[in-house]
């Protein structure tokens, strides 16, 4: 199988967990089998995984979830060859049963040989992680040491990440793999948002399906003036319609996304895009630096959520059983003759 998922070009700690864990928990020969395109970690229900797939002729879907751009309207067809989804509103937007929703993929680490090692470790700091997409605020370094918290940088090796997750007593996650692998490893985390932008509905998603609620604090970094060239930049490509996720990433031109309605001359463009960057970076003066260092400083002595240990427990063993049937079902595929 090929593995579908958002790649960017410098690295981001939840979707680059597909690259190892599936690897891990599937084995080389298994994974290495063209023909099916398997979407795991990330929310990549959209007509994006079609462009993605290849030359794939079917599909697998193991705790992915929709909620950027369109959704795709085909999942009950025979080329899925199994579907278990991130949550129940994941399945209620793309029609599938009740039953086909479970979490996150990311869930799966418990099922790793280095997991008791990594939960057995001791927590001795808190820790940040921001949405990859904020990074263009360069200042989250310098304002997580300002509060005594240790900086998670999204883009960094996942298992190094991981280890840091796992010696936390708090994890403040703007990232929400940030708050799911804390919720795994049974680490406290809280929820907050760099922007207006953050997409509410996949973490919903995720959290409903561990009984959980999405009740982020506000980490806005993003100037007034930022926010107008950015609706002005979207209103001109033609974009309104797109996710402002999608928006951000042409901006940054981290993977390809949906083409615009309409496009402006290139030079306009580009200089669109770089006062959007500028803004990004020398706009948000020493007052949002300030209300973002009290801020973190103030989630410090937050307790944090995590699941209950039932819920934890429940969800692990049914991500488990999932993962065993999609075994089987590749290894039967790869044994199957071929017709020539």
Known sequence: MTLNYYKTTHGNFGDDLNEFLWHDLLGK????????????????????????????RYFMCLGSGAGYGPTIDDMLDDKWLYRVVRGPLSADRLGLPSEEACTDGAMLLACEPFYADLAALDTDHISFMPHHEALMWPHWSRACQEAGITFLDPTTDPMEIL??????????????????????????????????????FKWRDWTQSMGLAYDPVTLEYRTPLFNLLRKTKEIADGSTNQT????????????????????RPSIARSASDTLLKQEARFGAGKSIFDNIVQSLTRLKSEQGVMSDDHTFESRRDQMAEHLNK?????????????VA
Request: aromatic content about 6%.
């Open 29 to 56: 020969e298994l994974v290495d089998q063209p023909d099916i395109s398997f979407v795991g970690i990330g929310t990549l229900l959209n007509p994006d995984i079609y462009e993605r797939s290849g030359k794939a």
């Open 163 to 200: 280890r840091k997750i796992a010696s936390s007593k708090l994890v403040i996650a703007d990232a929400m793999h940030a708050a799911i692998c804390a919720d795994v490893l049974r680490r406290p985390w809280v929820a907050a948002s760099s922007s207006k932008d953050i997409n509410s």
């Open 244 to 263: 402002a996720a999608n928006s951000t990433r042409q901006v940054f031109k981290k993977s390809p996304a949906p083409r615009p309605t309409k496009k």
């Open 326 to 338: 999609v075994r089987a079902l590749l290894t039967t595929y790869r044994q199957a003759p071929r």
